[in-house]
């Protein structure tokens, strides 16, 4: 029962999101990533959203 309201509610959520899905963590982690690296040392104070495009819609 647990199993497929889990799998309703995330199906639920994809509809709600632009790109048609919602983030992976390994998506999440290659910003934190990026954002701990030297490749990101000259940003400061940037607001960095991963929304999927939900913020514009």
């Known amino acids: ?3 497929a309201d889990v799998g309703r509610t ?3 959520l994809d509809k709600l999101v ?3 899905r919602i983030g992976r963590p390994e ?3 290659a910003l934190v990533a990026f954002l701990a690296s030297d490749e990101a040392a000259f940003m400061c104070g ?3 959203e991963i929304t999927g495009a939900q913020a514009v819609a």
């Open 1 to 3: 029962m647990f199993e």
């Open 10 to 12: 995330i199906a639920d």
């Open 18 to 20: 632009p790109y048609g």
């Open 27 to 29: 998506e999440v982690a």
């Open 46 to 48: 940037s607001l960095v």
